[in-house]
């Protein structure tokens, strides 16, 4: 079965930086495009960022976080990254990793197939 595992998320300082994992099993990752989401409370889920299938040479960005996240994939390591810098405030979320399978590094939440459970970032002030 296909298992979708986020960690790394914590409480850090405004300015500060966390590094999120999404570990894989249970799928081809290579062939896999992958993507971060997050979702605060009474909100809806949102793009955040996502990474083609392969060696990754697409990837897109949210506005609000161009500049300071950076998605990558490890396919020898079957993991997907997120290294979130400059954090604010309003980044504070339950981020998630999710896969697509066909490969495309989409923007909107319903082209992912499988979702892991999510991982809380704080940022305070």
């Known amino acids: 079965e296909v298992q979708l595992q986020a960690s790394g998320g914590g409480l850090v300082q405004a300015g500060g930086s966390l590094r999120l994992s999404c570990a894989a099993s249970g799928f081809t990752f290579s062939n896999q495009a992958m993507g971060w989401f997050r979702q605060a409370p009474g909100k809806e889920r949102a793009f955040v960022a996502s990474?083609?299938?392969?060696?990754?040479?697409?990837?897109y960005y949210a506005d609000s976080v161009k500049g300071r996240f950076t998605i990558s994939r490890s396919n020898s390591e079957n993991t997907l990254y997120l290294q979130m810098n400059s954090l604010r405030t309003e980044d504070t979320a339950v981020y998630y990793c999710?896969?697509?399978?066909?490969?495309?590094?989409?923007?909107?939440?319903?082209?992912?197939?499988?979702w892991g459970r999510g991982t809380q970032v704080t940022v305070s002030s």
């Open positions: 990474i083609s299938r392969g060696t990754g040479t697409t990837t």
């Open positions: 999710a896969a697509d399978r066909t490969g495309l590094a989409s923007r909107r939440p319903n082209s992912y197939d499988s």
